[in-house]
């Protein structure tokens, strides 16, 4: 088992920053493929951003690329999202997930991933 915490979330208003961190243990995280995920109450999960095993390759969705940045140091066992720009409709509960799969094909569905943590809340006020 991999154990995920996420950590950072807050509230902040729009146009603030915000830096997600996920810390793992149990296993090392260069074995993994890393995913963020947010969640709004009543509604499915949103697939954010995903990042390869080494960090070479990240993909993000359409809402966020350009004002979020998802990194990883393995060395350190954590994945960030850093998150500028921020605006109301990024309000919900990040989560981040560890997929031990061999292809990032179907990084943007959380089915595929095998560890995920307990989450954390962003709000954006306007």
């Known amino acids: 088992q991999v154990q995920l915490v996420e950590s950072g979330g807050g509230s902040v208003q729009a146009g603030g920053s915000l830096r997600l961190s996920c810390a793992a243990s149990?296993?090392?995280?260069?074995?993994?493929?890393m995913g963020w995920f947010r969640q709004v109450p009543g509604k499915e999960r949103e697939f954010v951003a995903a990042i390869g095993r080494i960090g070479r390759n990240t993909y993000y969705t359409d809402s966020v690329k350009g004002r979020f940045t998802t990194s990883r140091d393995n060395a350190k066992n954590t994945v960030y999202l850093q998150m500028s720009s921020l605006k109301p409709e990024d309000t919900a509960v990040y989560y981040c997930a560890a997929d031990s799969g061999y292809s990032m094909s179907t990084y943007s569905r959380g089915e595929v991933y095998e560890y995920w943590g307990q989450g954390t809340q962003v709000t954006v006020s306007s």
């Open positions: 149990g296993r090392t995280l260069g074995n993994f493929i």
